[in-house]
């Protein structure tokens, strides 16, 4: 590992003598250091991942390099580092200091070819994403090879096979892709349409750990999708198909229980100058994808090939981020789960200036509204006595028990050239016991006022204001924030949410943090002191349980 | 550790030197059309590039912001602001209608798996570049009410 380093010391000496291989480089560099406190409302420092109790202090290094030369190819690493433990709550498997992910790439007008780790995605990602989150601790690259083909404007063909990243090591599962689009639009010289299609194949190949499985070593999935685009509307639509895997219950792998899986994904909308609408509806029966089967259901979302969002409204307030929906792909019996079918609709309108509503600058409002339930079917046990396999049988638009609902209505308006002011009411329901494993269902309405002034020569002030009241005792929250811009450099806020229910891990403990900024370019640093509320944290749609912890943060990110 | 610190004051150090161009990709447009966003840069004009998501509130208030002056801009300037949705597929269906509900003229590319945002090594949004004659003269993270007015100030300066 040192004489990595060391190599990667003399790199940027070897570059400072020629600014011409300079200007090929690219840098990003993320560093992210907590100093863990005891805490006397939260508890003692402990670090269940690792057994550790000692080392408060962690750090989480990201150094990522691109030189392109040649003028076609571009070679990359990221060198990553968790001293001398990661974060918490993030996976064992990302421990010390390593080489992350490394390629070489070369690209023309035609071909784009990649060797090393790569990260790609078919379609909206149903049967194949690699991407990295940080932030999730999730980066699940391929590491091989793949291959691009533009032999025309109008086509794009892709091929690859990897194994992927898990920490800084390598699936034991293989994965093999193909993925074809054509834009028929651009084929067929439409002036005003655009027509896509696409067809992928993905395929997942791991030894079976029975010495006579009922099941293939080799896993298939296909996808075969359709974009309709014409002047204020589109329209698309993806079916996935998933050939019989064995299926993971009570934490095992089961040579008993082998199911395929399918999936619907069907978006469309209008829009025009101030104003859009787009509505979406998905079914997912048995969707869940891992490069090693054992992983399913793991906690960190760590060798998932496919990408599986929640798809319902990312919000951005403390208030209305206690409870966020997850996907629910994985089957459970037990639970009579197999999956999630349902929809979210989405409404933009700009009230026009110098109307009654829309006042001197007019009034931008958003509506966003979504549903998801269960797949309705017969669940059967498994009971070897009877001679009863476990198994399955779901109806194809069969709405089953609840999980989720919310409703929010998000409405801007400027004042005055220096005020501006946001109104937010969000109501929603949750499923406790479905994406959580344990509790019932809490229906909750949640209300924010977020103010912004601007007092001159870069420095302004912005408040907000946040409330949930619940039909459950156990969840009565408030909230609020202050953020003071100095300048378009200096920032610095303190907010605080507080649980006046009686929920047990949250209940009269004040979540606060402080902190500040400094901005200069694209370099920014962060310093943060808080407590850090126990839950799920969600990221893009994907999200991972998080531990309470309180202590103090460092955040530095910096591009060149 | 501390060869890791030396690393990064040596990168540091030099990065001062840099006058890069943007990679060579080509991300699509939302009306379907292949854009390459090297040839979109290689421009006398100045260009703007912002990279931000539906669901980053200081990246929709820098771009709400911007778009109340952007025709002022334009006219004075010929600017051109390219912004770059870094949404994948949970939140990209929400791209179009957001842009035409907002009512902004921005031409928008779609940047799904983040090619581009990984490739120019960018971690925090909203993220913005400033390119002349095909070279970044400048790069800006994060947004502050009335930050827009110093990147007027940029812009006017590399104006001829």
Excluded at chain 1, 31 to 39: A, F, K, L, P
Excluded at chain 1, 249 to 267: D, E
Excluded at chain 2, 4 to 15: E, K, R
Aim: charged share 20%.
């Amino acid at each position: 590992m040192n004489k990595i380093l060391l190599f990667l010391t003399c790199i940027p000496l070897g570059l400072s003598l020629s600014a011409q291989v300079l200007d090929n480089i690219t840098i990003g560099l993320e560093s992210n250091t907590v100093w863990y406190n005891d805490d006397s409302e939260t508890g003692d420092f402990f670090d269940n991942a690792n057994n550790d109790g000692d080392k408060h202090i962690r750090s989480n290094n990201y150094l990522k390099i691109d030189y392109n030369f040649l003028e076609s190819f571009t070679a990359s690493v990221q060198i990553e580092s968790y001293e001398p433990f990661a974060l918490l709550n993030y996976s064992k498997s990302y421990e010390g200091t390593n080489l992350g992910t490394y390629s070489l790439n070369y690209r023309d007008s035609k071909l784009n070819i990649t060797a090393g780790h790569f990260y790609s995605q078919f379609g909206s990602g149903l049967i194949l994403r690699n991407w990295e989150d940080r932030q999730l601790g999730i980066n699940n690259s391929l590491q091989g090879g793949k291959v691009v083909y533009e032999p025309a404007d109008f086509v794009s063909l892709t091929a690859l096979y990897g194994k992927q990243r898990v920490g800084f090591k390598t699936s034991d599962g293989e994965v093999f892709g193909f993925n074809s689009e054509l834009d028929a639009g651009a084929l067929l010289d439409f002036r005003e349409t655009s027509l896509g299609i696409g067809l992928s194949y993905v395929g997942r190949k791991e030894d079976t750990p029975f010495v006579d499985p009922t099941f293939d070593e080799l896993t298939n999935l296909f996808s075969g999708r359709v974009d309709f685009y014409q002047n204020k509307f589109y329209s698309n639509i993806e079916y996935v198909l998933k050939s019989e895997d064995a299926i993971k219950q009570g934490g095992q792998l089961s040579n008993r229980f082998v199911t395929g899986g399918s999936a619907i994904l069907f978006n469309t909308g209008y829009s025009k100058s101030g104003f859009g609408i787009d509505a979406t509806f998905r079914r997912l029966e048995n969707m869940n994808f891992f490069s090693e089967r054992n992983a399913a259901g793991n906690a960190f979302n760590e060798s998932s090939i496919n990408y599986i969002p929640g798809l319902t409204k990312q919000h951005d307030y403390l208030l209305t981020n206690i409870f966020v929906y997850q996907a629910q792909s994985i089957v459970n019996l037990e639970t009579s789960q197999s999956g999630e079918m349902g929809g979210q609709l989405d409404l933009f309108y700009k009230i026009k200036k110098e109307t009654l509503l829309g006042g001197k600058y007019g009034t931008k409002i958003a509506l966003n509204a979504s549903y998801w339930a269960g797949l309705s079917g017969d669940y059967i046990q498994d009971n070897p006595d009877a001679g009863t396999l476990p198994s399955y049988e779901v109806e194809l638009f069969g709405f089953g028990g609840k999980y989720f609902s919310d409703f929010s209505l998000e409405i801007r308006k400027k004042w005055t050239p220096k005020w501006r002011s946001i109104f937010y009411f969000v109501n929603q329901s949750y499923n406790k016991k479905i994406v959580e494993g344990s509790g019932a269902m809490i229906t909750s309405n949640i209300g924010v006022i977020e103010s912004t002034h601007k007092l001159g020569n870069g420095k302004s002030i912005r408040f907000e204001a946040q409330k949930l009241n619940s039909d459950s005792a156990k969840h009565d929250w408030t909230g609020g924030t202050i953020e003071y811009n100095l300048s378009s450099k200096f920032s610095v806020y303190v907010n605080d949410i507080f649980n006046n229910g009686s929920d047990s891990d949250t209940e009269k403990t004040h979540f606060f943090n402080v902190g500040g900024s400094y901005t200069k370019g694209a370099t920014r640093l962060g310093l943060n002191y808080g407590r850090q509320r126990a839950g799920l944290l969600c990221v893009g749609g994907v999200c991972r349980f998080v531990a309470e912890a309180t202590g103090l943060t460092a955040n530095l990110t910096m591009s060149l | 550790m501390k060869k890791l610190i030396i690393l990064f004051a040596l990168i540091l150090s030099s990065g001062s030197l840099f006058s890069q161009s943007l990679p060579n990709i080509t991300l699509k447009s939302l009306d379907g059309k292949s854009i390459n966003v090297k040839k979109v840069s290689n421009s006398k004009d100045v260009k703007v590039f912002a990279f931000w998501a539906t669901w980053c509130v200081p990246c929709i208030n820098e771009l709400d912001a911007i778009s109340e002056v952007y025709e002022d801009w334009q006219d004075e300037t010929n600017v051109e602001l390219i912004a770059i949705s870094t949404d994948d597929s949970r939140t990209k269906k929400r791209i179009r209608p957001l842009v035409n509900g907002k009512d902004w003229t921005y031409e928008i590319l779609l940047d799904d798996n983040q090619d581009l945002k990984r490739a120019l090594n960018i971690t925090v949004l909203p993220h913005l570049l400033i390119v002349k004659n095909g070279e970044i003269i400048y790069r800006k993270t994060s947004y502050t009410p009335g930050s827009e007015d110093e990147i007027y100030e940029i812009i006017q300066k590399y104006t001829n």
